[in-house]
């Protein structure tokens, strides 16, 4: 697995599923991440990560906690104004719209891809 930059790409869901992806890497992406945004299509990507919060957000997310392979420790449903507790495993977090992750089939043991447009990273 290389490493990744901030951009757009796909997540790819063991199972089939293709989801749109804005991947962030920067300290400065990670922190802004879905801030004073309405909503988001698809999920974010952060990387580094095994936390989040989600203070100022306009809307309840789904976090998934995934490990340094790719695949799912946790999911959660956060609603505003709250803090996650960290997980030790892990190592990236996805970010979408809450409950848009059950329609993905993102669950825990699940494995993930990410392909990266600008670079072409497959992992």
């Known amino acids: 697995m290389g490493r990744w930059r901030d951009g757009r790409g796909q997540l790819g869901v063991e199972g089939g599923a ?9 300290y400065r992406a990670r922190t802004r991440g879905l801030l004073g945004r309405d909503g988001v299509e698809g999920a ?14 306009r809307f309840p997310i ?23 507790a960290p997980r030790l495993r892990a190592r990236h977090i996805l970010e979408a719209e809450g409950g848009a992750m059950a329609g993905w089939g ?6 993930v891809r990410v392909r990266v447009n600008a670079q072409g990273d497959d992992t």
């Open 18 to 26: 293709l989801v749109a992806l804005e991947v962030a890497t920067s």
């Open 106 to 111: 993102i669950r825990p043991g699940v494995q």
């Open 44 to 57: 974010i990507l952060l990387s580094p990560a095994g936390s989040v919060h989600t203070f100022r957000m």
């Open 62 to 84: 789904d976090v998934a906690y995934l490990d340094r392979r790719l695949r799912v420790i946790a999911v959660h449903t956060v609603p505003p104004n709250r803090l996650t």
